[in-house]
């Protein structure tokens, strides 16, 4: 079969792979559609967690293609998505609903192979299937929405409060309307694309800022503030807007050995709460609720859908400020 293998940083080919077949316990997923997360680019860049060679993709949907012994519930062919987290279920992580922090944490595409492949073998308690109004295109959203409802869960919104969010990308735009359903007051998002702060606005956003005028919030301060940058430079100017007893969260994802300043007197007297929001926690069944009724705009998100074999470019190039969600498809 054909696969994108990272066989190191900065490396990324399209190749002939062997077709992985269904252990016990596991189906074997044709893939339909696969999104490109900030990750990914992290994976490209040896700047994450992740083994070399490996087969990126861990927001997917497909088809079934083949079942393994002892899996009941499901027949070739149905429609699916899958939680690539791959938990021990044993460890005082796993035992107390922690998942996410698993001793032996693992998923699909960050620690083993994933679904940037024309098949991908995953445990069958971690696919669900999706209806057939559902697209595949929105169907691979459903993990994405998922680490999106951990940081929900994390930050524990109250009603009211201000809030101001830094990146206004794929993942940004899902905040904005989960920021606002969840009973944000204030609103605020900046970003340095215009296009993207008038979709923010149309999503929820109460207020945008370009980054090119951040100094139009000078002095300002927030209940809650939000990175879904990863950029350190910005998660800096971010915690310089901390108001008394406010929350900071961490979403965006950073290169894993980056370091930033932060006055603890500053954390000590304000009574600041710091959070940080990994991945996914037991969310993604919830996600689904969500999307399946229709509750986070999703289509909108999908500015390109590009094959396999323009992937490795695609990986390679700086970034497009204007670009949201970029999908693959197989």
């Not at 393994?68 to 939680?83: K, L, P």
Request: charged content about 20%.
């Amino acid at each position: 079969m054909k696969a994108l293998v990272m066989e190191e940083p900065r490396r990324a080919v399209v190749k002939e792979v062997p077709e992985p077949k269904a252990g016990p316990g596991e189906v074997v997923i044709r893939v339909a559609r696969v999104g490109i997360c900030g990750t990914d680019f992290h994976i490209f860049e040896g700047e994450f967690l992740s083994p070399y060679p490996l087969i990126p993709g861990h927001e997917f949907s497909g088809t079934i293609h083949e079942i393994g012994e002892g899996v009941e519930g499901f027949r070739e062919g149905d429609r699916v998505t899958a939680d690539p987290s791959l938990f021990c279920g044993k460890c005082v992580y796993c035992l107390t609903n922690r998942g996410n922090q698993c001793a032996e944490w693992g998923a699909l595409g960050n620690t083993v192979d994933g679904s940037m492949a024309e098949l991908v073998a995953v445990p069958v308690r971690n696919v669900v299937k999706i209806p057939d109004d559902m697209s595949f295109a929105t169907g691979a959203f459903i993990e994405p929405i998922a680490c999106g409802v951990h940081a929900m869960n994390r930050l524990r919104l109250q009603v009211g409060q201000s809030v101001l969010l830094f990146g206004a990308g794929a993942m940004g735009q899902q905040l904005v309307q989960a920021l606002a359903r969840a009973g944000a007051g204030r609103l605020t998002v900046v970003d340095v694309s215009d296009n993207k702060l008038e979709l923010a606005r149309s999503l929820g956003a109460t207020e945008t800022v370009n980054a090119g005028s951040i100094g139009s919030l000078s002095g300002q301060r927030f209940d809650v503030v939000v990175d879904a940058t990863g950029l350190p430079a910005v998660i800096e100017l971010a915690m310089a807007h901390l108001g008394r007893t406010a929350t900071y969260l961490q979403f965006g994802v950073t290169p894993k050995d980056v370091r930033i300043q932060l006055n603890p007197f500053d954390l000590y007297h304000n009574d600041w709460t710091i959070l940080g929001s990994m991945a996914i926690n037991y969310t993604f069944l919830p996600a689904f609720e969500w999307v399946k009724e229709g509750r986070i705009a999703l289509e909108p998100l999908v500015s390109k859908v590009i094959s396999l074999e323009e992937t490795p470019e695609f990986l390679a190039r700086p970034k497009d400020p204007e670009l949201l969600k970029i999908q693959i498809k197989l």
